[in-house]
């Protein structure tokens, strides 16, 4: 049994003082205690900061960390998506899996619990399975002259967590994506990172123009919207992780809450900085109600896969209360992910992991260019 107290623990969505955390040696949660003598009780480990669970990563591509430092920083959305096609075949199998597992480690070791991890194969998987952290790896059907969405469904059949989803509204033919979003399963997909995807449902824009020069038709687009889109090819009230939303209104934000109240945004803060100098809509959903979830994505579009860097850029461009951050880190994935039982808050009974965030201002209770985190249980 162990017990661990730190100035501060994140319970109930509080930044809290004076509690100890007792878990048992499988890192099920026994007790919290709560005491204003923590320095006298017998056997408590005290760590300076603040305590937190495990936090969840809901989005990354771990597959993609071969690619850290191979793409180019600010070269735009289009400019992006041109780079890793250049570099991809660059790499062997044995390069992608190590980069994968220290990607993997490294998250592990900063205190990531669970990741919602996309793939467009199974090259790594054995790196996800062999893995401390819990992976739901949602294959991505990709492509406007892919229709069948049968190879990735077997491809999922034969591994745990797995699941099919649209990559995007733009890169996905109208029965594919419906098929997908009317499915069973984890659905997550890619929204409105760039004005192109907005401009190409009025016929215009780059990517439009793209699309008309390679002769590719979308069969999508009497839907007036993105966000319609995904309205019109959803049951009521499903769940899904909507990534990125850095060009979202407030009325495609409000046409998704108005459908289903168990939309996910996830943010990617430095991902969308590496690509595109753009921010996440983070105050215009806080503004809405709408639930905020923090991923990396990927080692291409990010310097690093770490949980505590997003949320200090975020913290760059919103008031919210450190607390109410913490919890889009950590409950607000397990939520999304299906696994906020064991996983996501200190609780009895759950074994969400016990994380140490070091080097936070304790007093205007803010993250600093020196805050970290790193695992203890
Ligand atoms: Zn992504």
């Not at 109930?12 to 048992?24: A, C, K, P, W």
């Not at 600010?74 to 096609?85: M, N, P, Q």
């Not at 979003?181 to 009025?202: F, K, P, R, T, V």
Request: include cysteine; aromatic fraction near 6%; charged fraction near 25%.
């Amino acid at each position: 049994m162990r017990k661990i107290a730190s100035h501060y623990a994140l319970i109930d969505g509080e930044l809290v003082r004076n509690r100890v955390i007792e878990l048992d040696d499988n890192g099920v949660i026994t007790n919290i205690i709560e005491s204003s003598n923590i320095d006298a009780m017998a056997s408590v480990e005290f760590y300076p900061g603040i305590l937190i669970p495990g936090m969840i990563n809901a989005h990354c591509h771990i597959e993609l960390s071969y690619l850290h430092n191979h793409i180019e920083e600010g070269s735009g959305f289009a400019g992006f998506a041109r780079a890793i096609g250049a570099v991809r075949n660059n790499f062997t199998t044995e390069e992608r899996l190590r980069a994968s597992r220290v990607a993997d480690a490294k998250m592990w070791d900063e205190g990531v619990e669970a990741v919602a991890d996309i793939a467009n194969d199974d090259l790594v998987m054995a790196v996800k399975q062999n893995s401390k952290i819990e992976y739901h790896t949602m294959f991505e059907h990709f492509g406007l002259n892919n229709l069948s969405t049968a190879p990735l469904r077997e491809l999922a059949t034969r591994y745990d967590r797995c699941s099919v989803t649209p990559h995007s509204t733009y890169s996905v033919q109208d029965a594919p994506f419906r098929e997908l979003c009317s499915n069973e399963g984890a659905l997550s997909i890619h929204l409105l990172e760039s004005d192109d995807e907005a401009l190409l449902y009025q016929h215009r824009g780059s990517l439009h123009d793209w699309y008309e020069r390679m002769g590719w038709q979308c069969d999508f687009l009497h839907y007036a919207t993105p966000a319609e889109r995904i309205v019109a090819s959803t049951p009521t009230e499903r769940a899904m992780l909507l990534v990125h939303a850095t060009r979202a209104t407030a009325e495609d934000v409000a046409t998704i809450e108005r459908h289903t109240r168990n939309a996910t945004w996830v943010l990617c803060p430095e991902s969308n900085r590496y690509i595109s100098r753009q921010e996440p809509p983070v105050a215009l959903l806080r503004d809405m109600g709408a639930k905020i979830a923090i991923g990396t994505d990927s080692l291409a579009s990010a310097r690093s896969l770490s949980m505590i860097e997003n949320l200090r850029q975020i913290g760059k461009i919103c008031d919210a209360p450190l607390a109410e951050m913490l919890t889009w880190a950590t409950i607000n994935g397990a939520k999304a992910l299906g696994i906020e039982d064991v996983k996501g808050s200190f609780a009895c009974g759950k074994a969400p992991g016990v994380v140490i965030i070091e080097g936070a201002d304790l007093q205007a209770m803010r993250l600093t260019p020196e805050t970290t985190t790193r695992r203890l249980i």
